[in-house]
């Protein structure tokens, strides 16, 4: 029983990571087809939520 109960948790789990992959490909693709001044500002967008996020790690941690 617990083998069975794994392994759906196993592909529960592999069928989340999927959808977040297929999720952030769809997200790339969409900036690949942005203009140039729309790809630029995703990007600083991204690299402020990465620093807010590490930002927020780091205070946890220390």
């Known amino acids: 029983m617990?083998?069975?109960l794994l392994v759906a948790a196993s592909a529960a789990g592999g069928v989340v990571v999927g959808?977040?992959?297929h999720e952030q490909v769809?997200?790339?693709e969409?900036?690949?087809k942005a203009k140039p001044s729309t790809r630029e500002a995703l990007?600083?967008?991204e690299q402020a939520a990465a620093a807010t996020l590490l930002f927020g790690l780091l205070a946890r941690t220390f």
Do not use: F
């Open 2 to 4: 617990k083998t069975i």
């Open 19 to 21: 959808n977040m992959i």
């Open 26 to 28: 769809a997200k790339i």
């Open 30 to 32: 969409a900036v690949a």
């Open 43 to 45: 990007r600083v967008g």
